[in-house]
């Protein structure tokens, strides 16, 4: 009976291992959450919310699109919510493309656009691309790539934490006649934002996600804008009561009350510049990063998954990325001074060890 199954079918024959959460006394920098409590104001909103358990939510998240359109500048029939931004990429994906067709993303890039293509039995196009600090706009537009039905950006990009100006998405998005779908999940940590190109370009779709920089990973709250006849399809094809009666208070309270969170930011990228000035010293590179996490390449002689495993054996987690050709990388979520201490203290006391030959099983 498997013979008879697709390729597609097969893959998923296996289904994921699952992983069990950390406990607390783990410092989790493994997926750029933000570590931080709700503001009192929005905390009370998810309590509020729980009053209402035995109703179903809203329909279609009518009062939270609302709330993002006014705070995003946009008509309400602009703004789709999701229960985290990857459920309306997952709906990019089923509304269209086919199987058989292709899209194509920057990499290294956000590896669940892997599953995603692989689920519709579509090819996802990578092209390579290590320091985006501009666009490959010929290759996206004129390579093979052009047969992409459409092309994604992540912008601040994950996991190379590189920031692409805006002027270049917008070349990117008037040159090209298919949809861009712009994914600007850290964009809170970054100079710049491409909301403006809104109302320029029908073609043109935003992610915002409220995991990074509103400390909600855990709630499940995300928005695609764009123009309402792409919107209408993605609306059309979602799950009725997609979101939690708590993401949908959540996400409106945090819309009412983001200046609140400007202090987090800046905690963020002042903390995210002492620490990539700190490695440097332990010998280890962090480049610039316009995220909350820093890619940093560790000495010559260990490669990530070494370092990975060193620092899990203390405690600590970080990201490793043998698929996306970042052997000799690991990716640190930047969070609270004590745990950005912890990680240095960490790396620095493995660094010594690793000096004096000894190995990482030992430490
Ligand atoms: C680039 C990028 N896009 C989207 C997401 C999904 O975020 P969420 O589903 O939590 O909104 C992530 C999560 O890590 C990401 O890195």
């Known amino acids: 009976m498997l013979s008879s199954l697709s390729q597609t079918a097969r893959q998923l024959n296996a289904p994921p291992a699952g992983r069990t959460a950390p406990d607390a006394t783990y410092v989790k920098l493994d997926t750029n959450e933000n570590p931080f409590p709700l503001p009192t104001i929005v ?61 194509a ?20 196009l990578e092209v390579r691309c290590d320091e985006p600090q501009s666009l490959p706009i010929e290759q996206l537009l004129l390579g093979c790539e052009k047969a992409a039905k459409f092309v994604l950006v992540a912008n601040p990009n994950n996991p190379t934490r590189t920031f ?69 399809r993605l609306r059309n094809i979602q799950n009725v009561f997609n979101m939690n009666v708590i993401g949908h208070a959540v996400g409106i309270s945090v819309l009412a009350h983001r200046a609140i969170y400007e202090d987090n930011h800046r905690h963020i990228t002042q903390e995210r510049e002492r620490v990539a000035s700190a490695l440097s ?30 620092l899990e054996r203390q405690k600590i987690l970080v990201a490793f990325f043998p698929d996306e050709g970042l052997e ?4 640190v979520s930047i969070g609270t001074k004590t745990q950005m201490d912890a990680i240095l203290a960490a790396i620095s006391d493995i660094s010594g060890r690793s000096k004096m030959g000894i190995s990482p099983a030992a430490q």
Request: proline residues 5%; aromatic residues 10%.
């Open 43 to 103: 905390w009370q909103s998810a309590i509020i919310a729980l009053e209402r358990q035995y109703l179903y939510p809203e329909d279609d998240n009518l009062s939270l699109r609302e709330a993002a359109a006014n705070a995003y500048g946009v008509a309400t029939d602009h703004v789709i919510a999701g229960n985290g931004s990857s459920e309306i990429l997952g709906l990019i994906y089923r509304a269209f493309l086919a199987p058989g067709e292709s899209v």
């Open 105 to 124: 993303m920057l990499s290294p890039g956000f590896s669940f656009n892997r599953k995603l293509a692989m689920l519709q039995g579509a090819q996802l």
């Open 164 to 232: 692409i100006p805006i002027a270049d998405i917008e070349r990117l998005v008037a040159e090209s006649d298919r949809l861009v779908v712009l994914d600007e999940a850290y964009v809170d940590f970054a100079p710049d934002n491409g909301l403006r190109l809104l109302s320029r370009y029908p073609t043109l779709l935003i992610l915002r996600t409220f995991s990074k920089s509103y400390a909600a990973a855990g709630i499940r709250v995300g928005f695609g804008l764009g123009h309402p006849e792409l919107i209408g």
């Open 281 to 310: 010293q332990l010998g280890l590179s962090a480049t610039p990063s316009d995220a909350n996490f820093l890619l940093v390449r560790v000495p010559a002689g260990h490669d990530g998954r070494w370092w990975q495993l060193a």
């Open 328 to 331: 000799d990388c690991i990716r």
